[in-house]
């Protein structure tokens, strides 16, 4: 598997779980009603936070992957793996966390795998400016 391949299939995933989760917030606007905000429902709000949470980490997550990729020969495959694992799986676990509650197990392993995932990234990238100038 090459490595903009692996790439595409992480990506592939997370902007379902996007598309999920912008179902899900359309689907509440309907069922209350609710035209512009939150209505003030705490339902509804868990299904907007998880799609904003998701909108916001997911971006910047993915434009590392495809960093990664590109920087060839310095990075290994097995990182690119690892970070895309760890991001979609903190991503899955965060938003089926907010729709289920305020504070549970899956909002702390969610956030806790992304941001591992973020680390694996930085790092590499880190790593592989530095591997190329030398």
Known sequence: MLRLEV?????GVNILILLVLAVLVMM???????????GANED???????????????????????????LDPAVPLWLLHAAGL?????????GVGLHTGALNAGRGAGILLTWIS???I???????????QL
């Open 7 to 11: 790439v595409a299939l992480y990506a």
């Open 28 to 38: 509440g606007r309907r069922k209350h009603k609710i035209v512009l905000g939150d």
């Open 44 to 70: 509804f709000n868990r299904a907007v936070r998880a799609h904003a949470n998701a909108a916001e980490y997911i971006p910047a997550g993915l434009i590392g992957l495809v960093l990664l990729a590109l």
């Open 86 to 94: 760890f991001l979609t799986a903190g991503r899955i676990f965060h």
């Open 118 to 120: 973020f680390l694996l």
């Open 122 to 132: 930085a790092g590499g990238l880190i790593y592989a400016g530095f591997a190329q």
